[in-house]
């Protein structure tokens, strides 16, 4: 893309209103050196600059004139590249530590001259290139900031990015705006222009293809390529019968009437459910419905005829986690859990408008294309569905008890307020009975899991505090309501060890 560009390791530069994106050390002096790269971020890393196979970049990007900032690992290297001399410290420093200002030009304008900053390193640079003065200290670490301001060549023991820093934003907004004098255009308002520009001229007059899950990222996609294309998008949504109450209903109701996208439900309720007829295995029950996807959408791919591309709905961390150090840029994508494998199959074309961003920049866009809170706000929701939430055999009034339990668990969260405050919240019909009592009679019901989880990014999460009373509210109301329930539990296991799902 041909936008002002940092080339970085991390996210803080983006708050600034302008784009970057993280690259291996390999990346060629090519690549690094156009018009768009307004500065370079060297991350930081475990390594030490003198170990065999430690990551390194070609020296010439040093006298590129492109503005840098190294930060850790990256001021090592750049020390290192520029002359200096860097050894093992003496005692290693790890978490707060007093950052000393010496010197307030540019990097450190307006940061106090002590603050706290977050340190993380054995090494550090021992002695200064020629050319670069001192412009930070801290107790242990003499040299914990320099600069050759000649050359706009600037380094940082201490770690800018995290929270712990206390002028880290400060800092890497003074190296991103004053430093690399960009003009801070990029937004989503931006992006979503930019984008459907890219997206007409890519697809020209050809069709594209995509599995609408209902979820942000697959939504986001959808009405970003139909306001680019329109009508030659075509989505397909497979109603399974594993899906949420409502969950087709609101599809519908969003796409098809109020972004009027091509949009085409494909009822397939008995075909899931009779694959999965007597399968209790977790990893079978993820298989098989997988290769149903994949079935149902060829097929109705080729009911569309010529089709070029296939839209996916892939983010930045995606990318990120695919690229390492040491390796080159190895974007592997990943394949849509509900259509995996299709390109291969289908010889289609990706496209993923969204790859370059993190999930709130995904809803933010969302917001600016005007889309429903309901479906920007939502609750990720397994592939698999339901299926993964029924432990044992998986029927349809199985099923249908489920919605029912998920359907007042979640709408009294929504009606608490609690719904937002959560990263995930389902129920899990779990494969015993147990005995109760309803008026004089005796009861012999299912048992139903409550799980709810507050986490970042999914990877962990603890079981979220819902307060006792409104725990109790939503297990009366399952017990009342919903026939064949006659218990209620709540999970309190945090992730790991757990996961969140519980197959
Ligand atoms: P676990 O259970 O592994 O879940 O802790 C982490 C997050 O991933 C979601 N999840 C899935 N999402 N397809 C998906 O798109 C899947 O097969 C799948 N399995 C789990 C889960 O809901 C949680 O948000």
């Not at 290297?77 to 540019?106: C, D, F, I, P, Q």
């Not at 044992?392 to 008890?401: E, L, N, S, Y």
């Not at 494969?431 to 139903?448: A, C, F, L, Q």
């Amino acid at each position: 893309m041909k936008r002002e560009t940092i080339l970085i390791i991390d996210r803080n530069v983006r708050e600034n209103n302008v784009f970057c994106e993280i690259v291996p050390p390999t990346i060629s002096i090519r690549d690094i050196n156009t018009k768009e790269i307004k500065g370079i971020i060297l991350s930081g890393g475990p390594a030490s600059v003198y170990t065999k196979n430690a990551p390194t970049c070609d020296n010439r990007i040093f006298s590129l004139g492109i503005p840098m900032l190294g930060i850790c690992y990256g001021m090592q290297l750049m020390a290192k590249a520029s002359g200096g001399k860097v050894g093992k410290a003496r005692s290693r420093e790890y978490g707060r530590a007093t950052l000393t200002v010496t010197n307030h030009k540019l990097l450190f304008k307006d940061v106090p001259k002590n603050s706290i900053c977050w340190m993380s390193h054995g090494d550090k640079v021992k002695r200064i290139p020629k050319g670069f003065t001192r412009i930070g200290s801290s107790r242990n670490t003499s040299i914990a900031a320099f600069a050759n301001f000649d050359e706009r060549l600037f380094g940082v023991q201490f770690h800018p990015e995290v929270a712990h820093t206390q002028y880290g934003n400060r800092i890497i907004k003074n190296f991103v705006k004053n430093i690399c004098d960009t003009k801070s255009d990029w937004s989503m308002r931006s992006f979503v222009k930019e984008t459907i520009d890219e997206i007409r001229h890519t697809v020209g007059n050809g069709k594209v293809i995509l599995g609408l899950s209902g979820g942000v990222d697959s939504s986001v996609t959808a009405v970003l390529i139909n306001k680019a294309i329109g009508r030659r998008l075509v989505c397909i949504f497979v109603d399974n019968g594993l899906l949420r109450k409502s969950e087709a209903r609101i599809v519908r109701e969003v796409f098809q009437k109020h972004f009027r996208v091509n949009l085409r439900v494909i009822d397939a309720e008995e075909e899931f459910l009779h694959g999965l007829k007597g399968i209790k295995d977790p990893e079978r029950k993820r298989k098989i419905i997988g290769g149903q996807f994949i079935k149902i959408f060829e097929r109705e791919a080729k009911k569309i005829g010529a089709v070029k591309f296939l839209a996916q709905g892939t983010l930045y961390p995606d990318l990120i986690e695919s690229r390492s150090a040491f390796g080159g840029p190895s974007a592997t994508i990943k394949t849509h859990h509900n259509v995996g494998g299709l390109p291969k199959v289908m010889h289609l074309e990706l496209i993923e408008p969204l790859k370059y961003l993190f999930k709130d920049e995904v809803r933010k866009v969302g917001r600016e294309l005007n889309m429903p809170g309901e479906i920007l706000g939502r609750h990720p929701f397994p592939g698999p569905g339901l299926a993964v939430r029924i432990i044992g055999d998986v029927t349809k009034a199985r099923c249908d008890i489920l919605r029912e339990v998920d359907d007042i668990f979640i709408s009294i969260l929504r009606k608490r307020r609690l719904y937002g405050e959560v990263w995930q919240a389902f129920a899990v019909l779990l494969p015993i009975k147990s005995v109760g009592v309803m008026g004089d009679e005796r009861t012999y019901g299912n048992v139903v899991a409550l799980r709810a989880v507050t986490s970042i990014d999914g990877m962990t999460a603890d079981w979220a505090r819902i307060p006792c009373e409104v725990l109790g509210e939503i297990s009366n109301r399952i017990i009342n309501e919903v026939d064949g329930v006659n218990r209620v539990v709540y999970d309190i296991s945090s992730k790991p060890p757990s996961t969140i799902e519980w197959e």
